[in-house]
């Protein structure tokens, strides 16, 4: 077995290959909701104040807060559906960070969004470890989710 090819079961391949996909794809748009290239971007383009910088760096903070919550939200919801929405939220934010006008308006929009982003993926990340123990077998879980894992870290 290769590091590459996990063998998930013939019922799950198609949302593995899915999963693989998105691993792939997702720490690309990420990586432009990072503090760092938001806080540059605040800084060179719309000239913030160092206060709003701050806030922009305690943005990972704010998802750590909310990550209990997203338990208690995502009860009795479609765990993959509701992953999914979460997913479109921080591409939704992306979207706004990337069509933020250069004044006051866009620094909101810009400081909003980076947070709204922060706290969407604590919530994916928190459902989807749900997703991960119904759709793989116990036996193949940590090979899989390791692979996964690795694609994300690939573009770091």
């Given at each position: ?90 591409l939704i934010c992306l979207l706004i960070v990337a069509l933020s006008p250069v004044n006051q308006l866009g620094v909101v929009m810009l400081v909003t969004s980076m ?42």
């Open positions: 077995m290769s590091l590459f090819n996990v063998d998930v079961g013939d019922e799950v391949r198609p949302s593995f290959q899915s999963e693989r996909w998105m691993e792939c794809t997702l720490p690309i748009g990420l990586v432009l909701l990072e503090g760092g290239v938001i806080g540059v971007i605040a800084s060179k383009v719309f000239q913030v104040e160092p206060w709003v910088l701050a806030l922009i760096s305690a943005a990972p903070m704010f998802a750590n807060l909310s990550s209990f919550l997203w338990n208690k939200l995502s009860l009795a919801k479609k765990k993959v559906q509701f992953a999914s929405y979460l997913q479109l939220g921080v947070i709204a982003s922060r706290i969407l993926l604590a919530g994916f990340v928190t459902v989807r470890s749900v997703v991960w123990s119904l759709n793989y077998a116990r036996d193949i879980r940590a090979q899989a989710t390791g692979q996964l894992q690795m694609l994300s870290l690939i573009h770091i």
